[in-house]
């Protein structure tokens, strides 16, 4: 039934060791690192070849190039005292009202996704929400609200643009979508999954929630600000960057060249006008995870090869037959267990690869981002963003989520996000 190769077992062999390696880094070995070493044994075991690593380089370099310049801005702007001051506006904005920078915090997130990717609101603004809290003396039992929630929405808000995710841009690359008919597809999806993420989060954790604060430890937002002059150029960063990926659109422009452009451009002009470190900005970045996606892409690209892709078209094609809404429903679920089960990076590319096999249609294309973007909060290893995340919490003492709880609040909070986002899509082709 299915064109499994002799070779499938050894794939899925490598694959396997490959994960729980990556999960259970021994000796502290870096992700990336092992998942490189994962793709090397693919490679001398003949699950690909150097073809291979050639077509995956050439599906995934727009989004590995766009993933360091998004980071590197975003750390830069860190620096700075941008998103810190922005969080600290917020919490004075809230009043001392718990509910109110509850949703505000996941409101900024949502934002933060949107512009500067999933990643950069798991890098970036985690450490700033714990950081206010602490400062605001909250208990353990009200920081783990505001910290989940922080991690749920850097994923669930990271639909609307290209640049919101690096699933997008392989997506947007592969099938050669715009940046303008992207973001016109995908806007009231994300608009549902930021809203439904909102109403979930706060029925879950409404009894958590503090409903006030004392506002009198709370640093003065202009106190955040360590670099004015980066700090200044935020805002006109960010409408320029959105004004050129739009126009870079309409002449298949890669994002790539648009973001590294920007990134290189604020480096340049930290190192010579301003006091940041532009080394420790470098050093800075997670380069480990540029290397597990990379690595990953080829472990999983070599499973595909020897039959796994044959799979997903067959289960896919049975999928397809069925009525609206369905079909896309079920095909979102499909994309989110195999995201949550071998992350979503290299799950992406082979519902991209086996959507293309059977020239499945646009609303697959789609459901395949939303599966892809919203699934993998079903565990812990489901995306970077949850990687970079939980790497950051580590760092912090007095919070430890374990993955158990992590996955019962996975599933509790993403399945019906995710049912209602892929039910919008639906939705929008009534619009």
Avoid: C
């Avoid at 298949?252 to 010579?272: K, N, R």
């Avoid at 470190?277 to 690209?301: C, E, H, N, T």
């Avoid at 970077?384 to 599933?411: C, E, P």
Wanted: charge should be positive; glycine fraction near 6%.
């Amino acid at each position: 039934m299915f064109d499994f190769s002799i070779l499938f077992p050894v794939s899925l062999v490598i694959f396997v060791v490959t994960l729980v390696l990556v999960l259970k880094r021994p000796r502290n070995i870096g992700i990336g690192y092992v998942a490189i070493a994962g793709a090397l044994v693919s490679l001398a075991l003949g699950t690909i070849d150097l073809e291979s690593v050639l077509e995956v380089w050439d599906i995934v370099w727009n989004a590995t190039f766009t993933f360091i310049a998004i980071i590197l801005i975003s750390i830069l702007f860190d620096e700075a005292g941008v998103f810190k001051y922005t969080a600290l506006k917020i919490a004075r904005f809230a009043r001392g009202n718990g509910i109110t920078l509850f949703l505000s915090i996941i409101l900024l997130g949502s934002g933060i996704s949107a512009i500067f990717a999933n990643d950069g609101t798991a890098l970036i603004l985690t450490p700033i929400v714990y950081e206010i809290l602490t400062n605001l003396k909250f208990p353990k039992k009200q920081v783990i609200p505001f910290i989940m929630a922080t991690g749920f929405i850097a994923d669930s808000a990271s639909l609307p643009l290209p640049v919101s995710n690096l699933v997008n841009i392989v997506s947007t690359t592969y099938f050669r979508i715009s940046f303008n008919s992207y973001a016109k597809e995908m806007i009231i999806p994300d608009l549902v999954s930021i809203a439904s993420t909102l109403l979930v989060l706060w029925l879950f954790y409404r009894k958590s929630i503090p409903s006030r604060y004392d506002l009198e430890n709370l640093e003065e937002p202009k106190d955040a600000i360590r670099e004015p002059f980066i700090f200044r150029l935020a805002l006109p960063t960010i409408v320029v960057l959105i004004i050129a990926y739009s126009i870079g659109g309409y002449y298949d422009v890669p994002i790539a060249f648009v973001s590294m452009s920007a990134a290189l451009l604020l480096l340049l002009l930290t190192h010579y006008r301003s006091r940041i470190d532009i080394i420790k900005v470098l050093r800075g970045a997670p380069w480990q995870i540029v290397l597990f996606s990379f690595g990953m892409y080829l472990v999983v690209f070599g499973l595909g090869r020897e039959g796994f892709t044959y799979l997903i078209s067959y289960l896919l094609i049975h999928i397809s037959i069925m009525y609206d809404p369905v079909k896309i429903i079920l095909s979102g679920y499909l994309f989110s267990l195999m995201a949550a089960g071998m992350n979503n990076m290299p799950s992406v590319m082979l519902g991209a690869l086996s959507i293309s096999s059977m020239h499945g249609g646009t609303s697959l294309i789609y459901a395949n981002v939303i599966g892809n973007d919203i699934g993998p909060k079903f565990t812990p290893i489901g995306s970077l963003a949850t990687l970079l995340w939980l790497f950051t919490l580590n760092k912090k003492k007095g919070v430890a989520i374990s993955y158990r709880y992590y996955m019962k609040v996975g599933f509790a909070i993403a399945l019906p996000v995710l049912t209602m986002t892929l039910l919008s899509l639906w939705l929008e082709s009534f619009i």
